[in-house]
């Protein structure tokens, strides 16, 4: 298995306070991602890194934030959570971003009420 | 606007079945296909991939087949195991690449005894 830990693994949050879910790699690949996982949705990329301080945004970025100040850690944001951001977050992580496969995490799911 | 679907969202086979899922796209600029398969509280985790300029790839008991035609591909699973019971996402992307990945809504295969 792929070194990839994400913490917390749940947390329940209230609307309006800022959340940041953290991925771990101890694999020392250049790419990292985050996702959302929602019912009817499947997953959909937030933001991705192609290396450290390097991100980019994906298909769902509004309201989240990203940050790679290290290779082995990529930090997801949400600086006021809404009730729309309640999912399951997955980071992945990719050796070389082409015809490599992409590496989950656990995924943690949080909760806005 | 859903570029990758996964029109069946369950599927039951039978041990020792063939198990098919199928996957369509509607955007024509998509190169690079993949399937992962996911357990409960899980990350995803990836199974096989195929490029567009082939039409089967196979993996031992399972095998990918696309039809750029039509803009389908499957994923076909011989014999079926009750391990292989999970939901199964197909993911594509564009310019050959695994890095910035479409995935589709998921199909839950169950497969009985």
């Known amino acids: 298995d792929a070194g990839i830990t994400q913490s917390p693994r749940h947390k329940v949050t209230e609307t309006g306070t800022p959340v940041t879910l953290r991925c771990h790699q101890t694999e020392n690949h250049r790419y990292m991602y985050w996702y959302r996982q929602d019912p009817g949705h499947g997953l959909r990329l937030i933001h991705y890194s192609y290396g450290v301080k390097d991100t980019d945004k994906g298909e769902v970025s509004d309201g989240y934030s990203v940050s790679r100040s290290k290779t082995e850690d990529f930090l997801l944001t949400l600086e006021s959570a809404t009730s729309s951001q309640t999912s399951v977050y997955f980071c992945?992580?990719?050796?070389?971003?082409?015809?490599?496969?992409?590496?989950f995490g656990p995924g943690t799911r949080l909760t806005v009420t | 606007d859903q570029q990758v679907k996964q029109n069946s969202p369950s599927l039951s086979v039978q041990e020792g079945r063939i198990s098919i899922l199928n996957c369509d796209y509607t955007n024509s600029m998509f190169d690079y296909f993949l399937w992962y398969k996911k357990y409960p509280a899980e990350g995803p985790t990836f199974l096989i991939s195929i490029s567009s300029i082939k039409d089967k790839n196979e993996d031992g008991r399972f095998t990918v087949f696309l039809n750029k035609s039509a803009k389908h591909l499957s994923l076909h699973i011989v014999p079926s195991q009750p391990g292989d019971s999970a939901v199964y996402f197909c993911?594509?992307?564009?310019?050959?690449?695994?890095?910035?990945?479409?995935f589709g809504t998921g199909t839950r295969l169950q497969v009985t005894l």
């Open positions: 993911a594509a992307s564009v310019g050959g690449t695994a890095s910035k990945l479409t």
């Open positions: 992945a992580i990719s050796a070389t971003g082409t015809k490599d496969e992409q590496y």
